[in-house]
């Protein structure tokens, strides 16, 4: 069955770097866009960042210019370089697997999370 489990949360001051990681299995990793979503207490979901099977990215402005998302199709594993960290980048960080290779916004799996904490 689809499997995705992110993993490198954790408790970090503000100006501090995390790299967050999103093991993926049960499907073919290679073909779909993969995404970063996260969400706060009291908010709603944000995606913070996308990738498609071509290795295009986008980013929420909140984050352009120092998160970075990549994969690495080898090892089945989506990544997220969060640098500059602000207190408000504190929130459960998601990965979501889309049915297709483009990213149209079509989130089919989910994994169950990793907390970031910021701290000023």
């Known amino acids: 069955q689809v499997q995705l489990v992110e993993s490198g949360g954790g408790s970090v001051q503000a100006g501090g770097s995390l790299r967050l990681s999103c093991a993926a299995s049960?499907?073919?990793?290679?073909?779909?866009?993969m995404n970063w979503f996260r969400q706060a207490p009291g908010n709603g979901r944000e995606r913070v960042a996308s990738i498609d099977r071509y290795g295009n990215t986008g980013y929420g402005d909140p984050v352009k210019g120092r998160f970075t998302v990549s994969r690495d199709s080898n090892k089945n594993t989506l990544y997220l370089q969060m640098n500059t960290l602000r207190p408000e980048d504190t929130a459960m960080y998601y990965c979501?697997?889309?049915?297709?290779?483009?990213?149209?916004?079509?989130?089919?799996?989910w994994g169950q999370g990793t907390q970031v904490t910021v701290s000023s």
């Open positions: 979501a697997a889309e049915l297709t290779g483009s990213c149209y916004g079509q989130y089919a799996h």
């Open positions: 049960g499907f073919t990793f290679s073909t779909v866009c």
